[in-house]
């Protein structure tokens, strides 16, 4: 079975430039969530997605990041424009359903500097 | 905010070595999940255990539940170099509207098993 696939693996770019970022979940997944980790600190939610429809962007910074999930398949993350403090790695992962007792599965995660 | 907290920071280890490391959290859960992460193989789902269990097995990997205390521990037995990563706990919480669980992780455990 394939694996959650994300890109770019790697993006550099300078403050204010905007970024976007690729997330193809494990086929049959309904659930899709991005995350940011900053370095030395577990994972943060940004949204998560049931199909199409968010339910849950409570930690997403909507004056700056934006998220879709067109057709429940694939989604991007937008950031624009890009602070300093955008810096980290954005993982996306999938799981079967949403739900308490669904291991969620992490692609490689893309690593962006701002600088 | 990151409900789970693991202790300690950072752990050393010889080969052959048992580890243990531990998780705080403060409100209620359903379940709490391990999870590691290093650089080959991104961040990957170990074990789950559900708040009406006590002890979990996994091969080499035993995890404990005390609801009471709000802890949990992760023991890592016969430690292999191949162990070295940071391992995060995770425990899931339902968003205001009750509707939806998301996980929130901690800052995790450096684990390096030494040859």
């Known amino acids: 079975e394939a694996g959650v696939a994300q890109s770019p693996r790697y993006k550099i770019i300078e403050k204010r430039q905007s970024v976007a970022f690729w997330c193809n979940p494990i086929s049959g997944h309904a659930t899709l969530y991005w995350y940011q980790q900053i370095l030395g600190q577990g994972p943060k939610l940004l949204i998560q997605f049931q199909n199409n429809g968010v339910v849950d962007d409570s930690q997403l910074p909507k004056d700056r990041f934006s998220a879709e999930r067109l057709k429940g398949v694939d989604s991007t993350l937008k950031i624009q424009p890009a602070k300093l403090e955008d810096s980290a790695v954005y993982l996306c992962?999938?799981?079967?359903?949403?739900?308490?007792?669904?291991?969620?599965?992490f692609g490689p995660g893309t690593r962006l500097t701002v600088t | 905010s990151q409900q789970g907290e693991e202790d300690p920071q950072a752990l050393s280890i010889q080969e052959g070595e048992n580890a243990t490391m531990n998780c705080s959290y403060k409100t209620s859960i359903n379940n709490l999940q391990w999870y590691r992460q290093n650089s080959g193989r991104g961040l990957v789902h170990l074990i789950l255990i559900r708040s009406n269990e006590r002890e979990k097995h996994s091969g080499r990997l035993r995890v404990t539940l005390d609801t009471s205390k709000k802890s949990s521990s992760l023991l890592i037995t016969a430690s292999r170099a191949a162990d070295t990563a940071s391992y995060f706990c995770a425990t899931d919480a339902t968003n205001s509207g009750g509707s939806n669980y998301k996980l929130t992780f901690g800052k995790g455990t450096l684990l390096t098993v030494n040859p």
């Open positions: 992962a999938s799981s079967t359903q949403t739900g308490p007792a669904y291991e969620q599965y």
